[in-house]
């Protein structure tokens, strides 16, 4: 049994590690001797706050939140479930501080985009990450 939980919280970790844009991670064995996984962030998203996406599911617009601890450049695009680009919704450099993003579902030719789920690729300096949307007409 211990060994399967090693192994499934070792794949969990090479997945979110990978999906975070992560490149290494850490397990140890605490106190009591049950493994914990520890993920390493990089020192480049470990002082950024992103992971406000509201709502989602959405039905008109969602709002991406995110702090910048310092001056970045940011671009966050979305993509359908086939991997096209639907639009860009930021590319620029941005200063330090809280950014708040809207979505509407709308694509770069400003026509709405059916209901489905759709993926937010996000880069803000060295650091990469995709987020999952539902929208829901």
């Not at 941005?94 to 579902?105: K, N, P, Q, R, T």
Request: charged share 25%.
């Amino acid at each position: 049994m211990r060994h399967s939980i090693i192994t499934l919280l070792i794949c969990a970790a090479v997945l979110l590690s990978s999906v975070q844009g992560q490149n290494s991670f850490t397990l140890r064995l605490d106190e009591t001797n049950t493994l914990q996984a520890i993920l390493d962030i990089l020192t480049t998203s470990r002082a950024m706050n992103y992971g406000e996406w509201h709502p989602n599911p959405f039905n008109s617009t969602v709002e991406i939140r995110y702090e910048l601890p310092e001056g970045r450049h940011v671009r966050m695009e979305v993509y359908d479930i086939m991997g096209e680009l639907v639009k860009v919704l930021v590319d620029r450099d941005e200063s330090a501080g809280y950014m708040v993003e809207l979505w509407d579902g709308r694509d770069d030719r400003g026509e709405y985009v059916p209901s489905g789920v759709y993926f937010v690729r996000v880069e803000i300096g060295d650091y990469r990450g995709i987020m999952k949307v539902v929208l829901v007409r």
